[in-house]
C-alpha cells in the first residue's frame, strides 16, 4: 500500500487559476436535468482529465476559482485555514452597525437549519473597485445608490455571502471573490485560465 501511495503522490498534477465568469457553474458536467442548460469550465479551456474545481461560486457569482488535479491541494484550499475574500456589491450604504454584525456573526439559513456564522473580516471598500461592467446590467441607477464591501470568511456555507449581507439589510447585488489565500484576482480578466506550479506559496 505504501508504494502505491508514493506513486500516486509521483504524478504530474495540474494547477490552474480561473476568474469565472458571472453565468458559468463551477462544474464540468451538467447533472440536473431539470435545470436550464448553463455554460461549464470546459467551455473556457481544454483542461486535463481528472481536473476538479476546489469549492464553488454559484451561477451569479464571479471571481477566483482555482482548480487541481490533486485531492490533496483540493482538501488544503477547502481547509478553515484559509481564508478567502469576497467583494459584495450590495443595495444601499453599508452602515458602521452592519459591518460590526457581519464581522461578529450573523443568523442564516442553511439547507433548512439555522446557523449563526462564524467571526470574520468585513469592510468598506472605497473607492468603488474598477471592475468592468457586466453585460446583465445590476439595476436601474433611479433605484438609489449602492456600496462595496470586502468579507473575508474561512468557512463557505452555500450562498453565504449573499444571506449573511441580506440579514443585516443590504442584499447583494454582485458578488466577486477576489482573494484565496494570497493568491488574488489581480490582473486576471473575466474568463482567463492560468497554469499555475501550485498553490503551496499562497496558503501559508
Same mark, same amino acid.
Do not use: C
Given at each position: 500500500m505504501e508504494s502505491e501511495h508514493k506513486s500516486d503522490r509521483s504524478i504530474d498534477h495540474h494547477h490552474y487559476a480561473i476568474h469565472k465568469p458571472l453565468g458559468f457553474?463551477?462544474? /464540468?458536467?451538467?447533472?440536473? *436535468?431539470?435545470?436550464?442548460?448553463?455554460? #461549464? #469550465? $470546459?467551455?473556457?479551456?481544454? /483542461?486535463?482529465?481528472?481536473?476538479?474545481?476546489?469549492? *464553488?461560486?454559484?451561477?451569479?457569482?464571479?471571481? #477566483? %476559482?482555482?482548480?487541481?488535479?490533486? $485531492? %490533496?491541494?483540493?482538501?488544503?484550499? *477547502?481547509?478553515k485555514s484559509i481564508e478567502k475574500e469576497y467583494y459584495a456589491q450590495v443595495d444601499g450604504l453599508i452602515t458602521d452597525s452592519a459591518l460590526s454584525?457581519?464581522?461578529? $456573526?450573523?443568523? +442564516? *439559513? +442553511?439547507?433548512g437549519e439555522d446557523y449563526t456564522t462564524l467571526p470574520c473580516q468585513s469592510s468598506r471598500v472605497v473607492p468603488d473597485p474598477l471592475f468592468p461592467a457586466r453585460a446583465k446590467k445590476i439595476r436601474d441607477d433611479r433605484h438609489g445608490p449602492t456600496s462595496w464591501v470586502s468579507i473575508t470568511l474561512t468557512e463557505g456555507k452555500y450562498r453565504q455571502v449573499r444571506k449573511m449581507t441580506a440579514a443585516v439589510g443590504f442584499p447583494t447585488l454582485r458578488l466577486i471573490r477576489v482573494r484565496i489565500g494570497t493568491y488574488t484576482l489581480d490582473g486576471l480578466p473575466s474568463g482567463a485560465v492560468v497554469e499555475v506550479d501550485g498553490f503551496d506559496a499562497y496558503l501559508g
Open positions: 457553474l463551477s462544474q /464540468f458536467v451538467n447533472n440536473e *436535468r431539470t435545470r436550464k442548460s448553463r455554460p #461549464l #469550465l $470546459g467551455e473556457l479551456h481544454d /483542461f486535463p482529465d481528472g481536473v476538479m474545481a476546489i469549492g *464553488r461560486l454559484d451561477k451569479d457569482s464571479e471571481g #477566483l %476559482l482555482l482548480l487541481t488535479t490533486d $485531492g %490533496l491541494v483540493s482538501e488544503q484550499v *477547502r481547509s454584525l457581519l464581522s461578529s $456573526g450573523v443568523d +442564516i *439559513r +442553511i439547507k
